[in-house]
């Protein structure tokens, strides 16, 4: 049984950093996908970092360079780098799994297989 669970969120001021992480139960990381998504109020959720099941990463290009996504395939966990956060950034942050490796565009959500529950994340200016 799959199981993703995201910690790591909480409330910082604009300019800090956190770490986000996602815990997978029932998951090779070699063997899957992995990608984070965040969704802010009344916004649809959008694509933040992924990294294939072969440690390719990709980002959502109006992020790269403040976030890097980063995997432990022992500890079988997941990681978000997040600096220089801006309020903007504030959002529940999503953790997905998909069998296998994702081909092309890897921010489709209908590609993910699994969800965690999600973790906060609150920028103040």
């Known amino acids: 049984q799959v199981q993703l669970v995201e910690s790591g969120g909480g409330s910082v001021p604009s300019g800090g950093s956190l770490i986000l992480s996602c815990g997978a139960s029932g998951v090779m990381l070699s063997a899957y996908s992995m990608a984070w998504f965040r969704q802010a109020p009344g916004k649809e959720r959008e694509g933040v970092a992924s990294i294939n099941s072969d440690g390719t990463t990709d980002y959502n290009e109006s992020l790269k360079g403040r976030f890097a996504i980063s995997r432990d395939v022992v500890k079988s966990t997941v990681y978000l780098q997040m600096n220089s956060l801006k309020p903007e950034d504030t959002a529940m942050y999503y953790c997905?799994?998909?069998?296998?490796?994702?081909?092309?565009?890897?921010?489709?959500?209908?590609?993910?297989?699994?969800w965690g529950q999600g973790t906060q994340v609150t920028v103040s200016a």
């Open positions: 997905a799994a998909a069998r296998g490796r994702v081909t092309g565009y890897t921010f489709n959500k209908r590609t993910y297989d699994y």
